[in-house]
């Protein structure tokens, strides 16, 4: 293939360099420690490997020189040394230490070669994306000497390896990853009890080889996929420094370390194959501190276990699902479940963590365990550990299982209609995927419209996150009558530190919110912030279908996941909140109008290259030879805080809906659903099934081409949202917005000129009732103006107690404070940039452009007090603007 040059860190694209067209992981196993003193995550991965077809052995040059040309690591030839472990079940402080033991590359199976060394050698090239973790040993292994496990021998047997050119150790993986869905329980066990195998001890060695971007393994003698190990073991830590993982504190100031969900996604975590295509499904066992809680995906909320040291718990999780290994999530901390009723011990801080059920040591019940079972708790029921826990719902709730942690909500109970959304049955499901255990085709997963769900958040938020929690039912709901049956089992809500850099990110079973979409936790402020929490919630309650379930084959075409979970959430809140036909469409309109203003101004200050929802072009989706790629603009800076995706996206879809109808184009959704759902897809997939669907689309001249041409493939603004935007500007809410403006601004000027001695009576003006989304509009319409009397901003915030607002109110105000330098309320500008630093941003630039010297001095003291805690691309970009 091509030469892929390794990237500079400045530049804006992000090397994918996993080779997935050559081999591919079917199947993590992931074993590590938390080390909160070092800031490091150590342990081993595990991956097991299926080659692909269709690859050339080359027999000119090096064979998988290509693959790494250009790419030596700026920082030059590392040190010839290869980290080993004396003995793997040896523990300290809780996790596997690392021994370290000094030898040649010639001499120790699994080293890792210099530069030099390594273009010198030859053969077949394992590829892993790979980013700021520190390799120790790649070993192969002998998982043949699983068949020689008593409690397994009976199990595989020579008739099920069948007759095979393999070596039995490859036909055994070959075997194990074949294996049908319906043994899923059965196939983990026997992966995790390879993942304990011993090294192969053949006389062979693995030699591996790290850059920038990438982990390399070889093989002496091996030329092929087909003949490369099935199974390897990576024993490695990460770095504090490194962009996939976040070590901070949370708002009581505990430690705490969560997946960051960056540009860079997972490579920083584990070793893994970046590339959507490379879905696989993973186990893991996580070790962390006693008084702390390990939030993951997986299928299974997990039941702690006792660790031999018992300062330390073991935290077990598994995936059926093939996902993309960027969607492997990871949070550990102080967590504290929030329940319906905050108990006392837990306000007054006597309580710091939360009791997930009982931790126990798991013993073997009547009929015993396997090893397996016992290592990976694939045996034992939530229900049977987890009982008498503190965690409980409400037990006068009929539908919440008195030995469950979870939420069972019922409906008679969340408000929400019975009537599906769509009035689509969803009988006679045919998959389209490949063999997992699917929910689509579960009878029992189709009527559960409310999947169990928890929220967990630091003790000092647990009052404030009770609204995410009366929420979920009915977000969880109103997504079912929406969408159908809900891709994952069970739903986990952690409430995030404050430097976390969104509103929200959803995951398999997980979903991180910022502390913005609660409130403040003044009184009176939950109330106000339902509408941004309730929205938000349902955002990322659509990604289950449009980003996870189903995803995007090529990263850069974020609006499949980003667009549509926009699009969706009003559709999916107005559900929940139970509006009228009427009332739906005029709350759409409104949003519809406040987005457009958004993407207009951010269109306007952004580069043409940034503004485009298909930058590939007509190259999207295609990758080398290897299956090497790069993500464009990934790693530009400025895109990090652009919603390009989202709302051109947005208004993509809504256009679309206006060409086929509202309903019809929402039922759309449920065909599209069941038909690609455990899929990946381009753009074209979801246009060309809807000019399928509605031909006369195609027939009045809404090609595929002329999509792309106005909508797809270039910057800019198509001539359908400018001529819609003028309607939703005229629209009944926007009206009576407009009327408000009119009164503030004649309020404003009843007050000019008057001197300060002279006794002021405010005039008694009957300002009527707004809705938050009307409220933002207001302030965003007043911004406009040039001057605001001091007394005209004093009576706005006294009328709509705007400090007690949601976040998207409390910017527009600060905005207000900054621009007309209302220094009575630059208090409130202070606690928005500490604690709603994901939108906090922008108001830094607004502070140091007036050029007033006490705005610049509240910028910078706001930067000292966050500046540790926040996320590092907004650090880079405020410290540019204040410092």
């Known amino acids: 293939m091509e030469p892929v040059k390794d990237l500079d860190p400045d530049t ?89 033991v000094t030898t040649t590359a010639e001499k120790m199976p699994g080293a890792e070669c210099s530069s030099t060394q390594w273009e010198t050698s030859s053969g077949f090239t394992l590829i892993l994306d790979c980013c700021d973790l520190d390799i120790s040993k790649v070993e192969e292994l002998d998982v043949t000497k699983v068949l020689t496990m008593s409690d397994l021998s009976s199990e595989v047997t020579s008739e099920e390896l069948g007759a095979s050119s393999l070596n039995p150790s490859s036909a055994f993986i070959q075997n194990l990853i074949s294996m049908p869905s319906c043994q899923w ?76 969900g960056s540009p860079i996604n997972n490579r920083a975590l584990f070793p893994c194959q970046e590339p959507p295509v490379a879905m696989s499904t993973w186990q893991a066992t996580v070790r962390a501190p006693s008084e702390c809680v390990v939030l993951m995906s997986g299928e299974e909320p997990a039941v702690p276990i006792v660790d031999e040291d018992p300062r330390f718990t073991v935290w077990n999780y598994y995936v059926n699902m093939p996902m993309p290994a960027s969607t492997f999530t990871l949070a550990v901390g102080h967590w504290c479940q929030v329940t ?61 299982s008195s030995d469950s942690a979870f939420c069972y909500s019922p409906l008679r109970h969340d408000g929400v209609s019975e009537t599906d959304y769509s009035g689509m049955a969803d009988d006679g499901i ?78 398999p079973h997980i979903i991180f919110l910022s502390q913005s ?28 279908w449009f980003g996870l379930v189903i995803g995007a084959r090529d990263w850069t075409e974020e609006w499949i996941s980003e667009g549509f979970a926009t699009y969706l959430e009003d559709i999916i809140w107005a559900k929940a909140q139970q509006l009228s036909f009427q009332e739906t469409a005029e709350q759409s309109d409104l949003k519809a109008l406040l987005r457009w203003r958004r993407l207009s101004d951010e269109l306007q200050n952004s580069e043409e290259a940034l503004q485009i929802l298909r930058p590939n072009t007509e190259n999207t989706g295609q990758v080398s030879e290897s299956g090497a790629s790069t993500v464009k603009h990934a790693l530009n800076p400025d895109k990090a805080f652009m919603q390009v995706h989202y709302l051109k996206g947005y208004f993509l879809l809504r256009f679309l809906a206006s060409r086929v109808g509202e309903q019809q184009f929402i039922n759309f959704f449920r065909l599209f659903v069941k038909k690609y759902h455990g899929q990946l897809i381009l753009s074209q997939d979801f246009l060309r099934m809807l000019l399928i669907t509605f031909p006369d689309m195609e027939r009045k001249g809404l090609t595929l081409s002329a999509i792309y041409a106005e909508w797809l493939d270039r910057p800019g603004i198509p001539e359908w949202l400018y001529e819609r935007s003028a309607v939703w500007s005229q629209a009944r809410l926007v009206e009576e917005v407009k009327a408000e403006v009119v009164k503030w601004i004649l309020l404003s000027q009843s007050h000019q000129g008057k001197g300060r001695k002279r006794k002021r009576i405010e005039p008694k003006v009957n300002y009527k009732e707004v809705t938050p989304d009307q409220l933002v509009m207001l302030l965003e319409l007043l ?47 202070e606690h928005f940039l500490v604690h709603d630093q994901a939108m906090g941003v922008y108001l830094y630039g607004e502070l140091m452009v007036q050029e007033d010297p006490e705005q610049q001095a509240l910028a910078r003291r706001c930067l000292s007090l966050v500046q540790e805690e926040m996320d590092q691309s907004a650090r880079r970009v405020v410290e540019e603007m204040v410092l």
């Open 185 to 260: 329980k059965k196939r983990h066990q026997l992966f995790l009890s390879c993942s304990r195998a011993p090294a192969a001890q053949d006389g062979s060695s693995l030699c591996f080889y790290t850059d920038r971007w990438s982990l390399q393994v070889r093989k002496r003698g091996v030329t092929s996929p087909q003949e490369f190990p099935r199974a390897l073991r990576i024993w490695y830590k990460t770095r504090p420094s490194g962009g996939s993982v976040r070590w901070t504190k949370d708002q009581n100031s505990r430690v705490c370390v969560y997946t960051a």
């Open 430 to 507: 045919s998959c389209s995927h490949g063999d997992y255990p699917c929910r689509f085709t579960e009878q029992s997963a189709r009527s559960q419209r409310v999947i169990p769900h928890r929220v967990f958040g630091p003790i000092c938020l647990l009052h404030n996150a009770q609204m995410v929690l009366k929420l979920l039912p009915r977000c969880l709901s109103a997504a079912h009558a929406v969408l159908g049956v809900h891709p994952f089992p069970r739903l986990d809500v952690l409430i995030v530190p404050a430097g976390f850099s969104s509103l929200g990110m959803a995951s």
């Open 12 to 100: 804006d694209d992000l090397p994918l360099r996993a080779n997935t067209n050559h081999i591919l992981v079917r199947h993590y196993v992931l074993d590590l420690s938390i080390h909160f003193d070092e800031q490091v995550i150590g342990g081993s991965v595990v991956v097991f490997l299926d080659p692909c077809s269709g690859y050339k052995t080359k027999t000119e040059d090096n064979p998988g020189l290509d693959e790494i040309a250009g790419s030596n690591d700026a920082r030059g030839s590392q040190e010839l040394k290869v980290c080993g472990f004396r003995d793997v079940d040896a523990m300290k402080d809780g996790g596997k230490e690392l021994l370290e």
């Open 517 to 544: 979409v609660l409130g403040t936790g003044r009184p009176g402020s939950e109330k106000n912030s339902f509408s941004l929490s309730g929205s938000r919630i349902c955002h990322e309650i659509a990604h289950s």
């Open 783 to 829: 911004l406009e103006e040039e001057e605001l009397n001091v007394a005209a901003v004093r009576a706005l915030q006294k009328t709509y107690i705007l400090q007690n607002r949601d976040a998207e109110v409390r910017h527009r105000w600060c905005e207000l404070v900054v621009k007309h330098a209302y220094t009575q309320a630059y208090g409130d500008v």
């Open 340 to 400: 319906e009723e905050t108990y006392p011990s837990m306000e007054s801080g006597v309580t710091d963590r939360v009791d997930c059920g009982k931790t126990s040591k798991l013993e073997a019940r009547d009929g015993g365990l396997t090893e397996a079972e016992r290592l990976s708790g694939l045996g034992s029921s939530t229900s049977e550990v987890v009982k008498d826990s503190r965690l409980q719902t409400d037990s006068r709730d009929p539908t919440t």
